[in-house]
């Protein structure tokens, strides 16, 4: 069952006035339910671009998204927030955290707009700290952490509201191999549980991984799929 | 709404948070905030603690007072005239009364004297049940009481102008709570009183009126013109305009509170002029991305300013209180220079009222949100995706 | 013009509000022209997100009205110190043409908000905005009500001189005015009490039945749309009772008839939970009423979810205002004396 369907998106930026740019071309892609797949390419060649109309940033320009069954590619952001609070987890490719606040903190945030207590969110945080050996960080200010940390700090934050989309944009691009393993092994139990995952990575660990279903390859704004 | 409630909270957090972490900052917007308020704050409370205090002057005022003046000045007076005044329609009571200030030169304090022939006078309801006020006894106010050493002692004595001395017991104290009326006041017979001054025996300063019905003052005070030429009638309402006359800058409020108004939203200006960083706004797109809502952007920057504004006022509030009450709100005292003629020496009492607050509040607080709301609103509106 | 600081509070307040309202009604013009949910432009997201900020405005608008209102009143019973012959607000209101009007119009402004707010509740529940235009377009609308009422406030204020004198609320209401206002045979205490409880019953029991009707998912508009219409008239006889008959047993004084009084703590603040029961009704029962002219497909749901809730609450607070209304009349019975 295709959960996230893209039909013939295209994006193009402004950048000035009278200069646009083309990133996305015509991109089509179906992604079922519980499925992980993998989006490989060359730098500059818009795998962000596709991520973060996947996760709900913002709209093609022209095209159609929908993510079961609601269009999100024509929502207002009122409800596009509402989208990307319930149903994406996202682990930026700069991470995106707020440097003055601490680890805990950081983590903690998507589970503020919820309305969750604090003491909930702690044993969250908790479980996810744990998980990712982040316990002995957690009162640290993120700018004092390095940037493995930082990653990790990122990818728990992403999995704290427990959402059904997992997207991470280059995850393992600060981790050493043995955490990018132990970063699998969680991804693993994400699938299990049922997530959907999508990641963009040049990392032949990645690519490689059996965990990964569909590789696709994305060149000039065009995705193509890898056999 | 349960989720409502706990969400807001939780934005509550945040946002208390985010006011420690930029806190040095808020500092600044927090203290110039207390200034404003201070300032507001001390001349509402000071003017309106005067307005009481004069309140419960002009409620002892007689309706009419009458006083015998001589090429201009207020001269001693026969207590007969009295009776020259029986036959006008309209008059319940007239009191004769001696009214002066003592110098104490031991000490260089000025006393009122009043001497009145009955306690139950116009001061009846300032005094103890059943208070005797004959031969030497007086009741004095605590002023009195405490620039004489007299707490533990009953007995004193004051120069006559001839410097004998006049013995004294303290028969009372006024009420504290009448403080501005009575600190300064030594009540005694009026034989006493004469005996202290040196006066003659039928002499007095002046005699108190009272009318019946207040609408026919004006008429009863122009009789007794007719009737007693050569002195100086005045009536309630005259001393009540005088007494305005100090309050007259009290119009001038309205400049004083528009120019706080402005100054509120000059310091907002300063805000924004200054807030929005680069910082801020990429912490904006970076919860946006994480799922704030507009709206919870835009809650948050109002509870900021909430609790800033609440806690500057309330500190700027304390801050005028002091001022007021243990200051006697020295930053106002030279706006008024004309209260020493009527009362020499006084300490103010602080005097707040619910209307007070609000009024401040309205002036203070609310204009700081309504400033603070568009700017707030502009931040919100940061994409999500800035910072992909 | 009386120079006092509530007087410069009450023009600064309607200063800001009417910048936000300027505001409000740039963003509402652009919207009721441009506006397009269809289209993908750049200015179509951009008034989406500006249409949030006039909602945000509007609320603060309101907000504004209504701390304006309340120290309206507190400002006219301040007044009354310095006014020959106004013994409460009642008398500052009536010392020239404009102090009731003004009050009115005050009232209307504020239901007129508060109307609008439900209105952008319940457009923003639907991604595709159905009532963008409509509630922008209402602005325009709303707006003169808005202006009006800061005349009518500068009016006020700028012909108020302490010399004037004016009459007080024991004259005002027990004496029979020219427009037959006061009590006359016809407004006797005894119909009034009909009018109030009886009347008062009876549209909580219709908003309760209505409830009903809705919870088990049929609804009629013109039953919704009469009861709405009753809760108008409710508003007018009901605030009409409380000053004539009610006031006067909660001061216990046959000749005392203010309508503000009781907002003072010398009563217990007891008119507060008292007119914001009344109004609370009345305003559920015609908001839901109104609404019924909304026809757009997309947020059907959610306005019958307000009805349903706003039927409920109706009923809820009608009820606790009747017993409000009716403690001090009880009490003063119990006491013993009779005023009628
Ligand atoms: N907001 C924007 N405005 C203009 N151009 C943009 C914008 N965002 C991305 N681009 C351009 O789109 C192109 C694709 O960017 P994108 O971030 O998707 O690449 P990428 O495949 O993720 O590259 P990398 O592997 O380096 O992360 C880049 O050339 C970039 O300059
Ligand atoms: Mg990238």
Known sequence: ?227 | MKNAISRHLNLLDFSLLSLLRNRLKNFGMFVVFTLVVFFLGSFQLFTSSLQFMSDQLLENVPDITIQQMSAGRQINMNGDLADRLSHIYGIKSVTRRIWGYYFDESNGANYTVVGVESPASSFSHLLPEGTDLSASRVIMGEGVERVRGLTGRKAFTLFRPDLSQQGFEKAAVFDPNTRSLTSDMLLMHMDTARSLFGMQADEITDLLVESGNPAEIDTIAKKIRAALPGTRVITKEQIAKTYHGVFGWRSGVGSIALAGGILAFMILAWERASGFSREEKRETAILRGIGFQAADILSIKIYETFCLSLTAFLAGLVLSWMHIAFFDGILFKPLLLGWSVLKPGFSIIPHVTGNDLLLLFCLSVVPYWCAALIPAWRSTLVRADSVV | MLVNIYSITLSLLSIVAGFFFLRSLIVAFRIVRYFNIDEDSRLQIRLEDEGLLSSALIQFCCFIQLGGTLLFVLAADDFSTVLAGAMCGTGSLLANAYGFPALIVKLVGIFCYGFWIVLHRIDISSPAFPLMKLKHGLLFVIFPLFLLDTSLQILYLANLTPDIVTSCCGTLFTEKGPDGFGPNLAFSATNQFLLLFGGGSLLAITSLFLYKMLSTGSANAWLLRINGTGWALYCVFGLMAIILTISSYVYAMPYHNCPFDMLKPEYYFFGYPLYFTFFGAVFCGVSSALLTWIRANEVQSMVFNYQRNSMKIAFLLSLCFMILAAAPVFFYRLGGTDIF
């Open chain 1, 1 to 227: 069952m295709i959960m996230i369907e893209l039909k013939n998106v295209e994006k193009q930026f402004t950048v000035s006035r009278n200069e646009k740019v083309h990133i996305l071309h015509e991109i089509s892609l179906g992604i079922k339910k519980n499925q992980c797949i993998c989006i490989e390419g060359p730098s500059g060649s818009g795998k962000t671009t596709l991520l973060s109309i996947l996760g709900g940033l913002y709209g093609p320009t022209s095209g159609s998204a929908s993510v079961d069954g609601v269009k999100i590619s024509r929502l207002p952001e009122l409800f596009l927030t509402r989208y990307r609070r319930e149903k994406v987890g996202f682990i930026y490719q700069h991470y995106n955290l707020l440097e003055n606040l601490t680890v805990l903190q950081n983590i903690c945030l998507p589970l503020v707009p919820l309305g969750i207590h604090p003491n909930e969110q702690k044993r969250r945080a908790k479980r996810l700290l744990d998980r990712f050996q982040l316990s002995h960080r957690q009162e640290y200010q993120v700018s004092s952490i390095s940037g493995g940390e930082q990653q990790r700090t990122a990818i728990a934050r992403a999995l704290i509201n427990d959402p059904p989309i997992v997207i991470g944009d280059e995850p393992t691009a600060h981790l050493d191999a043995e955490l990018s393993h132990d970063l699998f092994f969680h991804l693993s139990t994400l699938k299990a549980e049922g997530k959907t995952i999508i990641l963009a990575s040049h990392d032949p660990f990645v690519l490689n991984h059996p965990l990964v279903d569909v590789r696709y390859r994305m060149e000039g704004g065009r995705l193509s799929q890898d056999s």
